[in-house]
């Protein structure tokens, strides 16, 4: 942050009295034209697509024929015209999905990120096994669960249950939380150990040396000190949710009610060739994660001042 | 300046070069059809899990030196497959030059304009097998050849029939009646594919079929649906509801359907010929060994009618060597390679005499009955807008299997929806 503030104050007193170097202009100068390829990939990869999309989503999409300039209309469409029903079925899900499993992959994230912290034998082994499940790609991991949720399947068999994890709403919910779960808790637990080790022992001997508890050092120390990597994990996992699609893609594909947000951009957009309203279902998608990003953001944030504070 | 010269000497070595290329293909040109162009081409088709297409390309290769045929590899999922074509086609891309396509593509990319017309006197359609001919048809014009076919079965437990002194069933009647033998063994009596995807529109357009309905008629103007349409779904549905259709069914695309059948678990399995050599394997997992029969499709009268599967070559419209992509679909789709196609595949052949092949027959002892199938056989829906087609299907088919709605509600909706589908036009 300190060097940050130093460059950029350097670089606005450039031009100022005190220091109108022509070198200090230079510098700036050259800052810019070696920025420029950068940019150029970035307004190429990122800004095109995006401006792209939401320009399409403003046409009608004709299948036959010549798609016209239609405005909003394809937005309406969504939010309370013929696709209202496909569209909100597909943001509750959606949002429920990411509320419950960010919520579930964060505690047990956590507590995995404790035990990896913790000096015993056999740790290597422990990390390690962790980790596999989020070294697997999510499509041959969908599959996987695909077959261990089949009625004869292995969680059926475990369990002793006999459960159609893919033929009602809230099982085929289950299933995709319990899958998702088990391939993205290791990535919490890999960001918050990171975290953790970053904590000095010496705070924990101080507290120790104060008669602090175990609990006690644990909300006091640990907590607020780990949790700005907390809030990464949990943003990065967040934006994921947000957008997941292979699992119910593979796991439902979409029966009882699971569509998700981006399965009916996919469906609209390439299996139904309608780009046109497929991107505007992705654009609604793109604009509902930036506002989520940005709401769960600033709560975090001023929570971590709050605790800060009151610490 | 010797360099200079040696520059002057390529630049004029090039420029022969691509005139005598530009010079060479159009002569001749007579296949007809106004298909132009001879070459080396790519053959594009989804991924190649059966092995059946280096044999074909390699004896044109030999044949054709100067035409070599490439192929280009897609996914193996029918989904995947199609975004592939359709993001190439519509740029009007010439990479892909022979496509093998989905029989239920046709009318969508003949209407796009990606599709090269076909000249019906080039090609032997009339000793061909006339619905698997259909499916390459649109709006009068023929725009693809069948290279394989495919129709469903009946798959059913021989042992236990042959113990109790039953036939197997010609009609629903007849196999429901069966089904009290299927619980005395504590199997389930039948299923087919019944999760929401493709599978599903298959069955479901099966059972319209078998009430001597169709969905969509007129190259996908025209609903039909109506009380056939809800005769046939209220028969699945009171499956579910009964029990005579197990519940896990609801779950079942072709694998996981095959697997309770190969375990045992069930007495009636509707399935395509693949589960037949899966059947017969000698495994530990195999429960049903020596112990299956086939028959074709029950109907509610009489004989059933199967949905068609299966792959038909076609020519892209964007193709600049579509004379030489003509040849190999004419020399490809021919019967003697259809034979070697099917003795390594056990695919259902486009060529009736093949069917009756006592070579072919010998290893694949279901082609007889496969045959009287593929006579009833109906493509399913016609339509340019197949895929917004069959998401309506499966989206109410669906509804009425879990008991959400009652059949002849679905078949309203589903009508109601394929109506505004149809009415789109352009």
């Known amino acids: 942050m300190a060097t940050e503030t130093v460059r950029r104050g350097r670089v606005r007193r450039g031009p100022g009295p005190a220091q109108t170097s022509e070198g200090a202009r230079a510098e700036a100068r050259l800052a810019f034209w070696l920025l420029i390829p950068t940019g150029i990939v970035l307004a190429v990869i990122i800004a095109y697509p995006v401006v792209r999309a939401i320009w399409l989503s403003l046409h009608s999409d004709a299948r036959f024929g010549t798609s016209r300039f239609v405005g909003l209309d394809n937005y309406i469409r969504a939010f309370t015209g013929t696709g209202a029903d496909a569209f909100w079925s597909a943001f509750v899900f959606t949002t429920q999905l990411t509320i419950v499993t960010v919520i579930l992959e964060l505690v047990i994230g956590f507590a995995m990120a404790l035990i990896m912290n913790k000096a015993f034998r056999g740790r290597g082994l422990v990390r390690a096994s962790v980790l596999v499940p989020w070294a697997i790609p999510t499509a041959v991991a969908a599959k996987l669960w695909e077959w261990n949720f089949t009625p004869d399947g292995v969680v059926n068999q475990v369990f002793n249950t006999n459960i159609l994890w ?24 890999l960001l918050v150990l990171a975290g953790l080790q970053i904590i000095p022992g010496e705070v924990y001997e101080a507290a120790k040396v104060d008669g602090a508890t175990a609990l006690q050092s644990f909300r ?34 979409g029966a009882n009610n699971t569509e998700t947000l981006s399965t009916i951009a996919y469906k609209e957009a390439i299996q139904q060739v309608h780009p046109s309203y497929g991107s505007t279902l992705s654009t609604i998608t793109f604009v509902y994660i930036i506002i989520a990003a940005f709401l769960v953001n600033s709560l975090a944030r001023a929570d971590v001042v709050k605790t800060a504070s009151r610490g | 300046m010797p360099r200079r010269l040696v520059k002057l000497g390529f630049i004029g070595l090039v420029a022969v070069l691509v005139l005598t290329a530009c010079g ?52 193996e999922a029918a989904d995947a497959q199609r975004s592939q074509f359709v993001t190439n086609l ?30 019906e006197g080039q090609f032997p359609v009339n000793e061909m097998l006339k619905p698997a001919v259909e499916t390459g048809r649109f709006e009068g014009k023929l725009w693809a050849i069948p290279y394989d076919t495919n129709g469903g079965l009946l798959f059913y437990r021989k042992d236990i029939l042959d113990k109790a002194g039953k036939e197997p069933p010609k009609t629903f009647d007849e196999m429901t009646a069966l089904c009290s033998l299927a619980q005395q063994n504590n199997i389930g009596c039948y299923s087919g594919q ?110 059933g009618s199967s949905s068609l599967g299966g792959l038909n070559f076609a020519v892209s419209a964007f193709s600049t060597k579509q004379q030489t992509a003509v040849e190999f679909t004419k020399f490809a789709t021919n ?43 109906k493509p399913r829906p016609v339509t340019p807008y197949y895929q917004e087609v069959t998401t309506a299907i499966q989206e109410n088919a669906y509804a009425a299997l879990q008991g959400q709605k009652a059949p002849d509600q679905a078949i309203n909706d589903m009508t109601t929806k394929l109506n505004e589908i149809a009415a789109q036009g352009g």
């Open chain 1, 166 to 189: 893919t033929a009602s709403h809230w099982s085929s919910f289950w299933a995709i939380v319990i899958a998702d779960t088990w391939k993205t808790a290791p990535f919490i637990a």
């Open chain 2, 335 to 377: 019967q003697e390679n259809a034979k070697e196609m099917v003795g390594l595949t056990g695919n259902a052949p486009a060529w009736p005499a093949l069917y009756d092949d006592p070579e072919l027959i010998k290893k694949f002892p279901h082609l007889p009955v496969l045959k009287e199938g593929m006579q009833t056989a």
């Open chain 2, 24 to 75: 060479g293909p159009d002569e001749g040109g007579g296949g007809g059809g106004g298909a132009q162009g001879t070459g080396p081409i790519t053959f594009v088709a989804g991924k190649d899990t059966s092995g059946k297409y280096p044999a074909v390309i390699n004896k044109w290769n030999t044949a054709h030196p100067d035409q070599k045929v490439s192929m280009i590899e897609l996914p």
């Open chain 2, 194 to 303: 019944f999760a929401k995807y493709e599978g599903l529109t298959v069955n479901f357009a099966e059972a319209v079929q078998a009430a001597g309905g169709e969905i969509m008629t007129d190259n996908g103007t025209k609903v039909a649906l109506g009380a056939p349409a809800t005769q046939g779904l209220t028969f699945l549905a009171n499956g579910f509801k009964d029990g005579e259709i197990p519940k896990p069914a609801i779950t079942y695309m072709e694998q996981q359907s095959q697997r309770a059948f190969v375990a045992g678990e069930l007495m009636f399995l509707r399935n395509w010929p693949y589960v037949y050599a899966l059947a017969a394997k000698d495994e530990p997992a195999n429960k049903v060994r020596g112990k299956f029969g086939v028959v074709p499709l029950p109907g509610f009268t009489g004989a």
């Open chain 2, 90 to 119: 519509q740029a009007k891309s010439d990479r892909y030059d022979v496509l093998g396509i989905d029989v239920v593509w046709t009318a969508e990319f003949a209407k796009s304009g990606w599709l090269l017309a076909l000249d």
């Open chain 1, 220 to 253: 006091r120390i640990t907590l607020p000190l780990v949790k700005s990597a907390v809030i990464v994990a949990l943003l990065f996992r967040m934006l994921d949710v947000l957008r997941i699609f292979d699992l119910p893609f593979i796991l439902t594909n």
